[in-house]
């Protein structure tokens, strides 16, 4: 089972956001964005550029019929700032014209005077300051401060991971039209249709019916268009809105770089405590998290942190804090993974510093901790299901991780410059909205009267085949073929009240909902083949497209079948409801049980480093991971071949670089590295290690977006282990990424 995309994609026929043929009248929109960090704004003057021959609108905040906020969690986010900006990039109006040329030509007739105030960031400045974008958590385990005294051996340090561009490769955007009776439609390259209707429904003080937003697929998203989409389509239905005419809005490379928040940074002290046979019994941090100058998503990124920052090992005291601090830079937000690699990143430098400490292998300890069944979670839920130690086996057992040792430190023997590196990188992450309250998705499913189905859900398709599985879901339950089936675009109309196709769990979420609908339809066509063939519906089933009753096969076909229950009025439609049973969360204790599972897996990376030039190259990702029953192994490794390669880019090459003023220097593809072909790994190598699969995943498949995003951390591991093993004396600092020019100066200038 194939992508049911491929052939569109590779025939250039898919259809996204600038694909859709645009209206007559239609105008299109520009940003004009703060040029400084943090300012009192005490002019901004809009005449000059309103004047020029073809400007059709500029739209400020004083333009916005209902509330200026765009804030998802905290309304804490202006669309327009007003008196203060806090980030260069901040939108400050909105230019609308026949053609973008035209617009970015006013961008400079615009006059603003501004008030300069103090520029902060870095977020350890900030949380001294008092600057938190909301309040500190601790998530807390055991008895931390009596658990000290019981360690062998204690080690302290930092760990600093950077920020990324989710560089998707279709830009952020949208295309806004009025139509009747004061509605406004929106195509919306979002990954989430229903906040983009709420916020627009805000914004201009009109209700919910009258937004309606439409998506048929995205050209990536990573995260980046869980919240950041929002802005953009409201200031295009802002100016549709008001000039009721279309208004399309594209932002080019460099001013979706520039404005967008990216991956957040982190920056964090630890403390790590053993006892003599490697068990890790005591673990506490406190994390920075650099949020930029609003929360956005910070709030839930940040509790992703804290569920996750004992990555797959048991430790049973821990205490980790996480500090959301609010910096002038632009808000940061999702990132596939959302605050768990930042936190794994963590555990992960504690550990290895403490085998450098002790001169052993880092897997050593590793493995020692692994979470087990019926541990414990910081947060209060059991490990059910475990198979971090299966997958650490297997790994050990198809790979033979004693030999690429061995063969690592004879080629480190004969080598003069050249060394190789190898880490292991197990991975626990749970599945579910950290928010309960999200975890709930619905599905409408029409079976029209020629046999053909048509699906509409509140999942977005943006590469990463939901579309393909929930096709086969329906295929599955009505037991005909793919063709008959097409994924329909999202829309708030036919599904409302989405959450973002977000968390892993798009498949999860709408293919349990699908699940429901269908097999509602299913008993209707079961109920009507047993009156046509004259048997109860317990003899009744449907097998390749044909009424079998009784185990053997009829004439009657699935045609036909519809066609007779067409004819006998039954409905031919059904609307269904999911909400991920038995997870629940108590904030003020910190403690529940918040994901439906888990997934688990283990990777083994290998690199080898030029250590005249400090150039690198992956050469091995082997991979052992959990998948549950796979509904499609072919989309699920290339969710696996992604993130890992997205997962090493984040640790090895890619930098946000931002001046103490605020200003983005990595703000092009010339000064933004990103992973190519020639930066992959020379071999990425999984293998699906077979389980039964969680009741709670979609046909027992576990979810896949965001696990193997964190098998790149292995990568900063191994090539530490290179550098020391060219430079004994080397201590590690835990700063990522470890970019080339980093390496050179570690193996030299210490
Ligand atoms: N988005 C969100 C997410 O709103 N809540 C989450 O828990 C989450 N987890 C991963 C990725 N996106
Ligand atoms: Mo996400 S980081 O939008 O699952």
Known sequence: MNNIDSVSHATGRSVYLDDIPVLKNTLHGVVFDSPVPHAKVTLLDVTGAKSLPGIEGIFTWRDIPGINDIGGIVPDEPLFASDEVHYRGQPLALVVAADEHIARKALELIKIETVELEVITDPRKAQEKGLLLIPSRTFSMGDISGAWSECDHIFEGTASSGGQEHLYLETQGAYAYPSENGCIKIHSSTQGPTLVQKVTARLLGIPMNRVEVDVTR????????EDQATAVAVMAALAAYRLQRPVKITLNRNDDMRMTGKRHPYTSDFRIGLTQDCKIIAYSAVMYQNGGAAADLSPAIMERTLFHSTNAYYIPNTEVTVHSCRTNLPPNTAFRGFGAPQGMFVIEAAIAKAAEELGIPAHLIQQANLVSEGDEFQYGQEAENVTIGKCWENLDKKFNLTKIEKEISHFNSKDHFCRRGMAVMPVCFGVSFTNTSMNQARALVHIYQDGSIGISTGAIEMGQGVNTKLAQVAATVFSVGIKRIKLESTNTSR???????????????????????????????????????????????????KVVIKGVATDTTWEMLVQAAFLKRVSLTENSHYCTPEIFFDKTVEKGHPFAYHVYGAAAVTVTLDCLRGTYKIDDVLIVHDFGNSINLVIDNGQIEGGVMQGIGWMTMEEVVSSDEGRLLSDTLSTYKVPDIYSAPSRVVCYALETSGPELAIFRSKAVGEPPFMYGIGAFFALCNAVKSFKPEFKTDYDAPLTPEKVLMRLYNH
Do not use: Q
């Open 495 to 545: 599904v409302a009240n989405t959450s973002p196709t977000a968390a892993s769990s798009g498949a999860d979420l709408n293919g349990n909902a699908l699940l429901l609908a269908c097999n509602e339809l299913l008993v209707r066509l079961k109920s009507v083949a047993a009156l046509m063939h004259d048997c109860s519906i317990e003899d009744a089933e449907l097998l390749k497209e």
């Open 218 to 225: 995205l050209g990536g998203a990573f995260g980046g268009k």
